[in-house]
Protein backbone atom coordinates (compact mmCIF):
# COMPACT_ATOMS: atom_id res chain seq x y z
CA UNK A 1 0.00 0.00 0.00
CA UNK A 2 1.04 3.71 0.02
CA UNK A 3 1.68 5.62 3.09
CA UNK A 4 1.63 9.36 3.08
CA UNK A 5 2.68 12.15 6.15
CA UNK A 6 2.18 15.44 6.33
CA UNK A 7 1.45 18.04 8.85
CA UNK A 8 -1.46 18.65 9.78
CA UNK A 9 -1.53 22.19 10.31
CA UNK A 10 1.25 25.37 10.18
CA UNK A 11 1.12 28.74 10.64
CA UNK A 12 2.94 31.66 8.74
CA UNK A 13 3.39 35.35 8.32
CA UNK A 14 2.19 37.30 5.19
CA UNK A 15 6.10 38.16 3.18
CA UNK A 16 7.36 34.76 5.05
CA UNK A 17 8.81 31.50 3.60
CA UNK A 18 6.89 28.55 4.65
CA UNK A 19 7.98 24.73 3.89
CA UNK A 20 5.42 21.44 4.14
CA UNK A 21 6.81 18.80 4.01
CA UNK A 22 6.05 15.05 2.83
CA UNK A 23 6.94 11.83 3.55
CA UNK A 24 5.68 9.11 1.70
CA UNK A 25 6.36 5.24 1.24
CA UNK A 26 5.09 3.13 -1.31
CA UNK A 27 5.91 0.88 -4.40
CA UNK A 28 6.34 1.35 -7.72
CA UNK A 29 6.92 4.98 -7.18
CA UNK A 30 6.59 6.87 -10.42
CA UNK A 31 5.37 11.02 -9.28
CA UNK A 32 4.70 13.27 -6.37
CA UNK A 33 1.82 16.08 -7.07
CA UNK A 34 1.47 19.28 -4.87
CA UNK A 35 -2.32 20.78 -5.05
CA UNK A 36 -3.80 23.46 -3.31
CA UNK A 37 -7.35 23.23 -2.13
CA UNK A 38 -9.00 25.87 -0.47
CA UNK A 39 -12.04 25.43 2.22
CA UNK A 40 -15.22 24.01 0.03
CA UNK A 41 -13.30 24.26 -3.07
CA UNK A 42 -11.83 21.67 -5.85
CA UNK A 43 -7.63 20.64 -5.46
CA UNK A 44 -6.03 23.08 -8.04
CA UNK A 45 -2.79 21.68 -9.52
CA UNK A 46 0.48 23.26 -7.70
CA UNK A 47 3.70 20.78 -9.45
CA UNK A 48 4.59 17.61 -10.20
CA UNK A 49 8.13 15.70 -9.69
CA UNK A 50 9.21 12.20 -10.90
CA UNK A 51 13.16 13.03 -10.64
CA UNK A 52 15.16 14.46 -8.05
CA UNK A 53 15.53 17.79 -7.51
CA UNK A 54 14.17 21.19 -6.98
CA UNK A 55 11.34 22.64 -9.50
CA UNK A 56 10.56 26.35 -9.36
CA UNK A 57 7.19 27.64 -10.72
CA UNK A 58 6.68 31.54 -9.46
CA UNK A 59 6.56 31.62 -5.73
CA UNK A 60 6.15 27.99 -5.39
CA UNK A 61 9.05 25.53 -5.61
CA UNK A 62 8.82 21.77 -4.83
CA UNK A 63 11.51 19.31 -4.06
CA UNK A 64 11.86 15.29 -4.38
CA UNK A 65 14.09 12.93 -2.91
CA UNK A 66 13.19 9.59 -3.72
CA UNK A 67 15.52 7.60 -2.00
CA UNK A 68 14.29 9.65 1.03
CA UNK A 69 11.00 9.44 0.22
CA UNK A 70 11.08 12.74 0.90
CA UNK A 71 9.58 15.95 -0.67
CA UNK A 72 8.96 19.48 0.31
CA UNK A 73 6.84 22.28 -0.89
CA UNK A 74 8.18 25.84 -0.44
CA UNK A 75 6.06 28.91 -0.81
CA UNK A 76 7.62 32.19 -1.26
CA UNK A 77 6.43 35.40 -0.10
CA UNK A 78 3.29 34.35 1.40
CA UNK A 79 0.24 36.35 0.79
CA UNK A 80 -2.97 36.12 2.37
CA UNK A 81 -4.68 34.17 -0.03
CA UNK A 82 -2.44 31.10 0.07
CA UNK A 83 -4.28 30.44 3.81
CA UNK A 84 -5.59 27.09 2.44
CA UNK A 85 -4.64 23.12 2.65
CA UNK A 86 -2.14 21.49 0.79
CA UNK A 87 -1.98 17.83 -0.44
CA UNK A 88 1.14 15.83 -1.53
CA UNK A 89 -0.03 13.24 -3.54
CA UNK A 90 2.18 10.18 -4.57
CA UNK A 91 1.65 7.94 -7.72
CA UNK A 92 2.55 4.43 -7.15
CA UNK A 93 1.59 0.85 -6.81
CA UNK A 94 -1.75 -0.25 -4.77
CA UNK A 95 -3.60 -3.28 -4.92
CA UNK A 96 -2.11 -4.15 -8.30
CA UNK A 97 -3.29 -0.67 -9.09
CA UNK A 98 -1.22 1.94 -10.65
CA UNK A 99 -3.19 4.87 -8.54
CA UNK A 100 -2.64 8.30 -6.72
CA UNK A 101 -2.95 8.63 -3.43
CA UNK A 102 -3.83 11.71 -1.26
CA UNK A 103 -1.85 12.57 2.11
CA UNK A 104 -4.32 14.36 4.69
CA UNK A 105 -2.94 17.65 3.60
CA UNK A 106 -1.97 20.65 5.48
CA UNK A 107 -3.98 23.62 6.49
CA UNK A 108 -2.04 26.71 6.13
CA UNK A 109 -3.01 30.12 7.61
CA UNK A 110 -0.71 32.75 6.73
CA UNK A 111 -1.02 35.54 9.64
CA UNK A 112 -0.52 39.24 8.69
CA UNK B 1 -17.53 23.59 -20.93
CA UNK B 2 -14.89 25.22 -18.99
CA UNK B 3 -14.51 22.94 -16.53
CA UNK B 4 -15.43 19.65 -14.61
CA UNK B 5 -19.31 20.33 -13.41
CA UNK B 6 -20.72 18.17 -10.34
CA UNK B 7 -23.97 18.34 -9.40
CA UNK B 8 -25.89 18.92 -7.14
CA UNK B 9 -23.00 20.72 -4.83
CA UNK B 10 -25.22 19.92 -1.70
CA UNK B 11 -27.19 16.77 -0.97
CA UNK B 12 -29.25 15.98 2.01
CA UNK B 13 -29.98 12.73 2.49
CA UNK B 14 -31.97 10.28 5.28
CA UNK B 15 -30.28 7.29 5.66
CA UNK B 16 -31.18 4.26 3.52
CA UNK B 17 -32.25 6.75 0.59
CA UNK B 18 -30.39 6.23 -2.90
CA UNK B 19 -28.48 9.19 -4.20
CA UNK B 20 -27.15 9.81 -7.72
CA UNK B 21 -24.27 12.42 -8.33
CA UNK B 22 -23.78 13.97 -11.86
CA UNK B 23 -20.38 14.80 -13.20
CA UNK B 24 -19.65 16.53 -16.57
CA UNK B 25 -16.05 16.19 -17.25
CA UNK B 26 -14.14 19.12 -19.84
CA UNK B 27 -15.40 17.78 -23.38
CA UNK B 28 -13.00 15.97 -24.74
CA UNK B 29 -11.28 14.30 -21.74
CA UNK B 30 -10.60 10.62 -21.69
CA UNK B 31 -10.02 9.86 -18.39
CA UNK B 32 -12.46 10.46 -15.07
CA UNK B 33 -11.88 9.74 -11.53
CA UNK B 34 -14.12 9.78 -8.22
CA UNK B 35 -12.40 10.66 -5.12
CA UNK B 36 -14.47 10.76 -1.44
CA UNK B 37 -12.70 13.80 0.91
CA UNK B 38 -14.08 13.30 4.69
CA UNK B 39 -13.66 16.37 6.76
CA UNK B 40 -10.11 17.23 7.48
CA UNK B 41 -9.01 14.03 4.93
CA UNK B 42 -7.34 14.09 1.54
CA UNK B 43 -9.19 12.73 -1.53
CA UNK B 44 -9.71 8.66 -1.14
CA UNK B 45 -9.95 7.39 -4.35
CA UNK B 46 -12.69 5.27 -5.90
CA UNK B 47 -13.08 4.39 -9.06
CA UNK B 48 -11.53 5.21 -12.58
CA UNK B 49 -13.00 5.63 -16.31
CA UNK B 50 -11.13 5.80 -19.30
CA UNK B 51 -13.70 6.63 -22.10
CA UNK B 52 -16.65 4.46 -20.89
CA UNK B 53 -14.44 1.86 -19.75
CA UNK B 54 -14.59 1.08 -15.87
CA UNK B 55 -10.62 0.48 -15.46
CA UNK B 56 -10.24 0.00 -11.96
CA UNK B 57 -13.51 0.63 -9.21
CA UNK B 58 -11.16 -1.10 -6.14
CA UNK B 59 -11.80 1.71 -4.08
CA UNK B 60 -15.25 1.67 -3.57
CA UNK B 61 -16.04 1.02 0.27
CA UNK B 62 -19.26 -1.20 -0.60
CA UNK B 63 -21.25 -2.78 -3.37
CA UNK B 64 -23.73 0.07 -2.30
CA UNK B 65 -21.37 2.41 -4.68
CA UNK B 66 -21.80 2.01 -8.53
CA UNK B 67 -20.32 4.02 -10.96
CA UNK B 68 -21.24 4.65 -14.68
CA UNK B 69 -20.16 6.46 -17.45
CA UNK B 70 -22.03 4.88 -20.25
CA UNK B 71 -21.02 7.26 -23.21
CA UNK B 72 -17.60 8.35 -22.37
CA UNK B 73 -18.51 11.66 -20.89
CA UNK B 74 -20.81 12.65 -18.37
CA UNK B 75 -20.66 9.89 -15.13
CA UNK B 76 -22.80 9.41 -12.71
CA UNK B 77 -21.66 7.73 -8.97
CA UNK B 78 -25.26 6.22 -7.33
CA UNK B 79 -25.19 5.15 -3.57
CA UNK B 80 -27.98 2.92 -2.22
CA UNK B 81 -29.30 2.72 1.00
CA UNK B 82 -27.31 5.61 2.03
CA UNK B 83 -25.25 5.52 5.58
CA UNK B 84 -24.38 7.94 7.86
CA UNK B 85 -20.38 7.10 7.05
CA UNK B 86 -21.02 7.99 3.74
CA UNK B 87 -21.54 11.43 4.48
CA UNK B 88 -18.28 12.96 2.82
CA UNK B 89 -17.60 15.19 -0.19
CA UNK B 90 -17.64 13.03 -3.76
CA UNK B 91 -15.06 14.98 -5.72
CA UNK B 92 -14.63 14.29 -9.81
CA UNK B 93 -11.79 14.92 -11.82
CA UNK B 94 -10.65 14.54 -15.41
CA UNK B 95 -7.86 14.36 -17.71
CA UNK B 96 -6.79 14.50 -21.25
CA UNK B 97 -4.85 11.71 -21.12
CA UNK B 98 -5.13 7.77 -21.13
CA UNK B 99 -2.84 7.52 -18.76
CA UNK B 100 -4.47 6.59 -15.05
CA UNK B 101 -2.87 9.49 -14.09
CA UNK B 102 -1.21 11.74 -16.51
CA UNK B 103 2.52 13.90 -15.64
CA UNK B 104 0.55 16.97 -14.99
CA UNK B 105 -2.22 18.23 -13.69
CA UNK B 106 -5.88 16.70 -13.38
CA UNK B 107 -9.11 18.68 -13.49
CA UNK B 108 -10.90 18.24 -9.96
CA UNK B 109 -14.91 19.63 -9.91
CA UNK B 110 -15.94 21.34 -6.73
CA UNK B 111 -17.53 18.50 -5.47
CA UNK B 112 -20.91 17.30 -4.35
CA UNK B 113 -21.24 17.35 -0.24
CA UNK B 114 -23.46 14.98 0.75
CA UNK B 115 -24.91 14.77 4.04
CA UNK B 116 -26.86 11.52 5.66
CA UNK B 117 -28.45 12.46 8.35
Known amino acids: GQNIDQPTEMTATEGAIVQINCTYQ??????LFWYQQHAGEAPTFLSY????GLEEKGRFSSFLSRSKGYSYLLLKELQMKDSASYLC?????????????FGTGTKLQVIP | GAGVSQSPRYKVAKRGQDVALRCDPI?????LFWYQQALGQGPEFLTYFQNEAQLDKSGLPSDRFFAERPEGSVSTLKIQRTQQEDSAVYLCASSPSSNRFPNTEAFFGQGTRLTVV
Open chain 1, 89 to 101: AVRGLSGGYQKVT
Open chain 1, 26 to 31: TSGFNG
Open chain 1, 49 to 52: NVLD
Open chain 2, 27 to 31: SGHVS
